[in-house]
């Protein structure tokens, strides 16, 4: 079974977003199961996948840049990020890497 992971790069400051939260669901119908909650490291990254094994099935990512950024009103604009994507081939390892700065954002699968 394949595995989530993610990478935030800070386009501010031109360097990984350090100490960011990320809080994963799986979307089961209307509702939103909690799977878990992660922190990126020194390299944006988190040290473990924030999937080990995933399944069929929506998900969803929490991304808590405003508190990385500092929720100053004049500083930004983004608070919590919410990411939701497909998984169709579980057996697949799916990378979600963020692009951010306190203004806008950019997400993509990546490889």
Known sequence: MGALTTHIL????????????????VCDGASLRFLGSSMTNKDGRPDEPLIRS??????ELHV???SYFGIEP???????????FTVS???QNFHVPL?????????YRGS
Request: proline share 6%; glycine share 8%.
């Open 74 to 84: 004049d500083r930004t604009f983004l608070d919590v990020l919410t990411i939701r």
């Open 10 to 25: 800070d386009l501010t400051r031109g360097k990984p977003a350090a100490h960011v939260r990320i809080d994963c669901y």
């Open 99 to 107: 692009l951010v700065s306190p203004y806008g954002y950019q997400v």
């Open 64 to 66: 808590h840049i405003g």
């Open 89 to 91: 081939d579980p057996d």
């Open 54 to 59: 995933l399944k069929k099935g929506r998900y």
